[in-house]
């Protein structure tokens, strides 16, 4: 089943494959759809699956700032909106979990729920230090930053990917977008979910404590956690299987669709 692409009106790039429950999945900083593959491969036999390059990355990239929360919030709901969903799940990770918090709380209308992964904090980001490395020497950011994110260690392939995800992103949108990061705060949004939100996290994250996400999960009125052992910030490729039986667990729990399912 080959994904279409499509493009929002705003300028989104978007794949969309399948038929059934919509899930959209949300990429973390200076990556792109791409890191949804195997996820994506999963879930779209029996789901609708719709994955975008958010603003400023990936096929997005030729989309405008300001790259604030509002303005993603905004791309998210737009995307929403112009594909039709209904009781969709949103799935991110880490920025992508960020925005995805903030989207709900602002508007959960075409919603059924949330899985958060890796869900970061500025309190835990060190932005200005970040955005120095990036202005110093960029493509050597990149490299280490594949490298930070690829523990356990993944295959010199999955690394390389990992970096041309991160040097692929332009670095004005890079150092925007971790100014952002360097302010958002997750708890008090956690507490204002009206839906049913799956926290999950690396037990080993050494970029974003799962600290984080048990204190989320708390704060959510429906809040779940899911700890993920033997595995680092980039769950989605690090536990590829228990990240999947998470997600999993989560859809199957959520009450079914009232309509009939999307058809290709």
């Known amino acids: 089943m080959t994904a279409a692409r499509h493009t929002t009106s705003s300028g989104v790039s978007y794949r969309r494959r399948g038929a059934g429950r919509p899930i959209v999945f949300l990429h973390g900083w200076c990556l792109n759809g791409a890191l949804w593959t195997y996820e994506e491969d999963l879930l779209a036999a029996d789901h609708d699956v719709i994955t975008p390059d958010l603003p400023g990355f990936g096929r997005s990239d030729g989309v405008a700032g300001p790259y604030d929360m509002d303005a993603y919030v905004a791309a998210l709901l737009e995307l929403l909106e112009e594909t039709g969903v209904r009781d969709a799940v949103l799935v991110g990770f880490a920025f992508g979990a960020d925005v995805a918090l903030s989207a709900a709380v602002r508007d959960d209308t075409r919603l059924a729920g949330l899985v958060l992964a890796g869900i970061t904090s500025g309190a835990q980001f060190p932005a200005d230090r970040?955005?120095?490395?990036?202005?110093?020497?960029?493509?050597?950011?990149?490299?280490?930053?594949?490298?930070?994110?690829?523990?356990?260690?993944?295959?010199?392939?999955?690394?390389?990917?990992?970096?041309?995800?991160?040097?692929?992103?332009?670095?004005?949108?890079?150092?925007?977008?971790?100014?952002?990061?360097?302010?958002?705060?997750?708890s008090p949004l956690a507490s204002q979910l009206a839906l049913p939100a799956l926290f999950v996290h690396g037990a080993n994250d050494d970029v974003s404590s799962p600290d984080l996400s048990r204190v989320c999960s708390e704060a959510a009125p429906q809040g779940q956690l899911a700890v993920l052992e033997d595995c680092g910030h980039l769950l989605v490729l690090d536990q590829r299987s228990a990240f999947h039986d998470a997600v999993a667990s989560f859809l199957a729990d959520l009450p079914a669709l009232p309509d009939s399912p999307r058809s290709n």
């Open 130 to 186: 970040m955005v120095r490395s990036m202005r110093r020497d960029w493509p050597d950011f990149a490299r280490r930053s594949a490298q930070v994110l690829c523990r356990p260690p993944q295959s010199e392939a999955t690394r390389d990917w990992v970096e041309r995800m991160f040097s692929g992103s332009q670095l004005h949108v890079g150092t925007e977008v971790a100014e952002l990061l360097g302010t958002f705060e997750p």
